[in-house]
């Protein structure tokens, strides 16, 4: 099974920051790389996907990048509505499987 | 609008069963791979299943395999998980999902939850 290493669990920034979370796979697993955003209480929300594509209706302050087993997920301006936790998740076809990381949880210095 | 409801959550004694519901609406259900979703309270999220967008294929994770059934019925729009054998650790709220493809499982409309509690 493909494991999935996002770091860090936790992160304080201000507004205005530039913050940045990471992913690794434990293998390659190409472009094949999505990041959520879940406020409490709510259900996530996609926000990138297949590694850099934003999803329609998402702020282009977010962005995200990578190949192969390495990916990155940045705010480019920290707005105080970002404060949530943030889930990358990978997937793959053949054979079908689908793991999420174990998130990072954004606060407000 | 494109909405996902999900139903039959509740509290189950440890080996009980329960069958969750995801009812659909605002898209061509049938011509996509659903999927469902846990997260136990205050944890991350866990990939529970998928089923093809005709019910011929399906996939588990290793924590339910055995144990959790998925199906669907395209004639009503709606996704079942059913769910039997449960335990502890299967208490968690349960997000039916739907992804930007067939085999782009990207994940654009999530359902509000349903709880699911497994205690005595």
């Known amino acids: 099974d493909i494991q999935m290493t996002q770091s860090p669990s936790s992160l304080s920034a201000s507004v205005g920051d530039r913050v940045t979370i990471t992913c690794q796979a434990s293998q390659d697993i190409s472009n094949y790389l999505n990041w959520y955003q879940q406020k409490p209480g709510k259900a996530p929300k996609l926000l990138i996907y297949?590694?850099?594509n934003l999803e329609t209706g998402v702020p282009s302050r977010f962005s995200g990048s990578g190949s192969g087993t390495d990916f990155t997920f940045t705010i480019s301006s920290l707005q105080p509505e970002d404060i949530a936790t943030y889930y990358c998740q990978q997937y793959d076809n053949l054979p079908r499987a689908i793991t999420f990381g174990q998130g990072t949880r954004l606060e407000i210095k | 609008e494109v909405q996902l409801v999900e139903s039959g959550g509740g509290l189950v004694q440890p080996g009980g069963s329960l069958r969750l519901s995801c009812s659909a609406s605002g898209f061509t259900f049938s011509s996509y791979a659903m999927h469902w979703v846990r997260q136990a309270p205050g944890k991350g999220l866990e990939y529970v299943s998928a089923?093809?967008?005709?019910?011929?294929?399906?996939y588990y994770a290793d924590s339910v395999k055995g144990r959790f059934t998925i199906s669907r019925d395209n004639s009503k729009n709606t996704l079942y998980l059913q769910m039997s054998s449960l335990r502890a650790e299967d208490t968690a709220v349960y997000y039916c999902?739907?992804?930007?493809?067939?085999?782009?499982?990207?994940?654009?409309?999530w359902g509000q939850g349903t709880m699911v509690t497994v205690s005595s």
């Open positions: 999902v739907k992804p930007l493809g067939e085999w782009q499982d990207a994940f654009d409309i």
């Open positions: 089923i093809s967008s005709n019910g011929g294929s399906t």
């Open positions: 297949d590694a850099s």
